[in-house]
């Protein structure tokens, strides 16, 4: 697996708290994205970053918020968590734009 | 921008017997498709991509054919074994834009 991380990797949470999930990469790649993972829907993009301090926002950005200070990590934040948000989150990174991203081991969130 | 559309939902199959997944995309400049799989509780992990200047690429039993005018890719696994039991996600996407995923297909190997 390539050298990449998310913490924390379950989370149980009450609506209305805020929430940050980290990903950490050792790969110095340029990409990171922010996926969520549902029953019949597969993997939809929240956010990415192609740079530090340069994203933009994915087909499901609504109640999220990303911020990359650094080439390793890239941090996703649910300001004011709901039900809705109870999801597996994964991470990706990618060397090149359209080339294979490789994704870190996920994070189940439960938001009761 | 791109949709991507992904058959069957599921797919049982005896081992030993070969599995068709099907895939069609919506934007014609796509030039990359990816195919993902993932076992149950683990992460995505590609096993086969193609670019849009191929028609077909082969690893050992897995293949992948590429239809541009049509605008649909197809995953071939052969001689399946129960290993081969996951969820198959497709993928396209283009320079300028973000990678789309299909909803998946589990397949079932039965042995």
């Known amino acids: 697996d390539a050298g990449i991380t998310q913490s924390p990797r379950h989370k149980v949470t009450e609506t209305g708290t805020p929430v940050t999930l980290r990903c950490h990469q050792t790969?110095?790649?340029?990409?990171m994205y922010w996926y969520r993972q549902d029953p019949g829907h597969g993997l939809r993009l929240i956010h990415y970053?192609?740079?530090?301090?340069?994203?933009d926002k994915g087909e499901v950005s609504d109640g999220y918020s990303v911020s990359r200070s650094k080439t390793e990590d890239f941090l996703l934040t649910l300001e004011s968590a709901t039900s809705s948000q109870t999801s597996v989150y994964f991470c990706?990174?990618?060397?090149?734009?359209?080339?294979?991203?490789?994704f870190g081991p996920g994070t189940r969130l439960t938001v009761l | 921008g791109e949709n991507v559309e992904q058959h069957p939902s599921t797919l049982s199959v005896q081992e030993g017997d070969s599995a068709v997944i099907k895939c069609t995309y919506s934007?014609?400049?796509?030039?990359?498709f990816p195919w993902y799989k993932q076992e149950l509780g683990k992460r995505p992990q590609l096993i086969i991509d193609?670019?849009?200047?191929?028609g077909e690429k082969k690893d050992q039993r897995i293949a992948v054919t590429l239809n541009k005018t049509a605008k649909h890719f197809s995953l071939h696994i052969t001689e399946t074994q129960p290993e081969d039991s996951a969820v198959y996600f497709c993928?396209?996407?283009?320079?300028?834009?973000?990678?789309?995923f299909g909803a998946g297909t589990i397949l079932r190997v039965k042995s």
């Open positions: 193609i670019r849009s200047n191929v």
């Open positions: 993928a396209a996407i283009r320079g300028g834009n973000k990678l789309v």
């Open positions: 970053s192609y740079g530090v301090k340069d994203t």
């Open positions: 934007d014609s400049a796509s030039n990359y």
């Open positions: 790969e110095n790649h340029r990409y």
């Open positions: 990706a990174i990618s060397e090149y734009e359209v080339n294979e991203q490789f």
